[in-house]
Every structure is written in structure tokens, then in C-alpha cells.
């Protein structure tokens, strides 16, 4: 449960505190099959925020594997290998996981996860939409499933759906900032949902209470690069993507799809950055 918390926090240090509590509570039981799960969630995760890491990938595959040998082809284990299959560019594979998952077990949540996530990464958008609010119906106070759905809404174009998406998720993330205030990363989704709630004054002036502070993760500088390109800010976007790579976010993936950046394509900052980025010079 504590490598959950870290896990959710999205910066590189709790994703490490996150794989070391699971591997633990792996080595404590052997035979506890959603430690290993989680192991093999938080290692294809780390991979993707952070850059590519083969031993990261392989931990991730042999941890699916153990839970193979402790529950069988499970829905458990299908979202698990939907995930690995998207980290090695096989979208398809990763769709075809998802759908078993979602059909062996309607009530597990995480094959709806897997199944938005793969439809995300074939452009796919309705259906990924879909299978969020999938998410969200079987876990309606986790924070993730809320705001997995509002990026897709918001991707969508679906004004009238992002409002009254936005105003449900509110409260969850409200209260759960004010009992966390140290966690960056969900005080920048807060800050995103108020403007997805119409209120861009108030998700601004939220993201400048701690924008500046220097401890920033690569993560956490990249959702609020995104937060003032939605705000019409480039200057500031494009400052904060750059402090997310320096700080260690090398997704080239999503820097280069990301449709929030769309501002700073073809601005000679941004094309210098990705030459960097994909020269391995940051």
C-alpha cells in the first residue's frame, strides 16, 4: 500500500521508492502475486517517463512471468502485458492484451486502464474516452481514472463532457491536495481540472504558487509546461518542457505526439530541444 502512494506520485525518486517497497514486499512473500504485478507496473512506467532503460523493461518481463506461474493467463496478467507491449512500440499487441483482459474479468479495473491507453496510442480517441469512463465508474474516487478520462475528453474536443467531467474530479483532487500538500504532480492536475472547469484565472494563479520552486520533477515540469500552453502562455510552456528534460523527463514519445505542445512545434526552441533529446544530449 505505501509503494502505491509513492507510485501515484509520478516523480523519479517515489517511482524508485514505489519498485523498492514492492520488491520487498515481494521478497517477503514470493508467492504474493500483486507484488509482483506491481513490479512489473511500476517498472514499464518508470521506462516511459524516464527514458529508456532495457534492465527496467526486463525486471517488468520477468515480473509479468511470475505472475503467470501464480495465477495463469489472468486479467491481471494481460493488463500487464498490454503495458510491456506499448513500451516496445507494438500498439496492436497491446490493444489485443487489453480486450482479453476486459473480457476475462468485466469487473477488473486495471484492463480498462490497459484498454485507454492502448486505443490512445492508435489514435483511437473515442474509444479510449470510453474505456476511461469504464475506469472511472469502477474506481469513481481515484484520481488517476478522473484525470486519465479528462486528458481523452479534453483530446477530443468535448467541451459540454470536459466541464461536467472536470467539476465531478474537483472535489477528489481538492481535498486530496489539501491533505497533500507537498505532492507537485497532483497540485498541477488541480491546477489543470480548474481550467477544464472554465476557470483558466484561477489554474494559472495556482500553477504560479509553485512553479518556481527549483525541486520540481521532470514529470510534474511537464504537466504544467502543458497547463500554460493551454493557457495561451508559450514563453512559459516552452520553459517549463525544457526544465522537465533537464530534470530528467525523456518521453520523446509524448513530447513529440503530445497535442498540448502543438504551440511550439516548429519554433526553432522546440526543433533544437528535440534534436537533443533524440541525440541522447540531455
Not at 26 to 37: E, I, S, T
Not at 100 to 108: L, Q, T
Amino acid at each position: 500500500m505505501k509503494g502505491h502512494e509513492y507510485f501515484l506520485r509520478s516523480t523519479n525518486s517515489d517511482f524508485e521508492r514505489a519498485l523498492s517497497l514492492y520488491e520487498e514486499a515481494a521478497r517477503l512473500d514470493p508467492n504474493f502475486a500483486q507484488a509482483h504485478a506491481q513490479i512489473a507496473n511500476i517498472s514499464q512506467e518508470f521506462y516511459r517517463a524516464y527514458g529508456p532503460n532495457a534492465g527496467l523493461l526486463e525486471r517488468a518481463e520477468q515480473a509479468a512471468g511470475r505472475v503467470r506461474e501464480l495465477e495463469g493467463e489472468s486479467a491481471q496478467y494481460f493488463s500487464i502485458m498490454s503495458l510491456l507491449s506499448l513500451r516496445r512500440g507494438e500498439a496492436e499487441g497491446a490493444l489485443r492484451y487489453a480486450l482479453r483482459a476486459v473480457e476475462i474479468d468485466p469487473a477488473y479495473s486495471l484492463g480498462y486502464n490497459a484498454l485507454g491507453f492502448a486505443y490512445r496510442a492508435l489514435g483511437r480517441n473515442q474509444e479510449t474516452a470510453k474505456a476511461w469512463m469504464g475506469l472511472v465508474r469502477l474506481l469513481e474516487n481515484d484520481r488517476n481514472a478522473h484525470f486519465n478520462l479528462l486528458i481523452a475528453l479534453h483530446e477530443l474536443g468535448s467541451e459540454s463532457e470536459l466541464h461536467e467531467a472536470a467539476a465531478r474530479a474537483l472535489p477528489i483532487y481538492e481535498r486530496y491536495v489539501r491533505l497533500t500538500p507537498d505532492d507537485y504532480n497532483a497540485r498541477v492536475q488541480l491546477a489543470t481540472i480548474l481550467g477544464y472547469c472554465g476557470r483558466s484565472a484561477d489554474s494559472v494563479a495556482e500553477a504560479d504558487r509553485f512553479s518556481a520552486i527549483e525541486s520540481l520533477d521532470g514529470v510534474t515540469c511537464y504537466n504544467l509546461a502543458c497547463l500554460y500552453l493551454n493557457a495561451n502562455m508559450p514563453d512559459r510552456g516552452m520553459s517549463l518542457l525544457r526544465r522537465a528534460v533537464r530534470n530528467g523527463f525523456h518521453n520523446i514519445e509524448s513530447i513529440r505526439r503530445d497535442p498540448d505542445l502543438a504551440p511550439l512545434r516548429g519554433t526553432p526552441e522546440f526543433e533544437e530541444l528535440m534534436k537533443e533529446l533524440e541525440a541522447g544530449n540531455v
